[in-house]
């Protein structure tokens, strides 16, 4: 059985390639082909591991200039939980364009806590995560404050 | 009992707590200092007040209102918490979702909180995230992606 410490490598690693580095070839590797995806960034990408690479891809296209900054974690051997503050502009193809509203340009910071599963292999068996959208939609403009 | 087994044996007494409105134990497992670290908090009074003030502000817009811990953990002073609540808005007009009368629908989301521990077990600081666009789709107070 790996450490907490250990485990917190793997997120930490999943979060530099994928959201700095915005390489989603590694979460390809890094996400087990049955991963359970409890929260697709929309209800109608379903809960497979196509939802979560498509997840992450859409946070990618939203935001080219993407800022993700780990404040917490805390871990079992198998089981990681992550605080990050996620930073941006809506300049890409559109946070609110699920409901017909170009990219407007204006910039988000908020926070969200994520939780992942972690098999023996590394790979992340399980996601739930939630962000603060009401904060993020007040900043972009796209709902009144 | 670890110091970790401790700490979630507390949240589960807290969680408990809220839901049958136990003021006091409330009071007795949260620190004097208690710091929600949650989107709205800052409008509430601090302390346990604002946390009793809250569950009381929940049940006011839905009486009906249950939740279930459905996985914790926890490492050194920290404990995470993935909660699941249903309940049903026959109370007041939930006013801070634009609603402006009481809807009687049913909402089943979840929220995730990390809470930090005093050396003696109690909650001093929480940060959480509420699954608020589930809710609201529920409510019918956001439409769901792609039109309703």
Known sequence: MRTPDEAKEFPR????EVFTKRNVKYAEGSVADDVVEHNPLDPRMGNDKSAAIASLQAILDNTPDLQVEILDMIATGDKVAIRSRFSGSDSGKGWGAPM?????????????????????????????????????????????G | MSDVERNIDVFRRLEAAH?????????????????PH??????????????IASNEGSFSFMPDKRTEILEIFGEGDRTVAHVRM????TGEPIAWAGLSEATGKAVDFDWIQISRHADDGRIAETWSQMDIPTMLMQLGAMPAPGGM
């Open chain 1, 100 to 144: 017909g509203v170009p990219a407007t340009g204006k910039s988000f910071s908020v926070e969200g806590i994520d939780v992942v599963s972690i098999d023996s292999d590394g790979r992340f068996t399980d996601h739930y995560g939630l962000f603060d959208v009401p904060a993020m939609m007040q900043q972009l403009g796209l709902m009144p």
């Open chain 2, 38 to 51: 949650t989107a709205g908090s800052e409008m509430l009074p601090p302390g346990a007040d604002g946390a």
């Open chain 2, 19 to 35: 839901q049958a409105r136990d003021n006091n134990t409330i009071r007795s497992l949260l620190t004097d200092d208690f710091t």
């Open chain 2, 86 to 89: 249903r309940a049903t808005n």
């Open chain 1, 13 to 16: 690693r999943f979060y530099d």
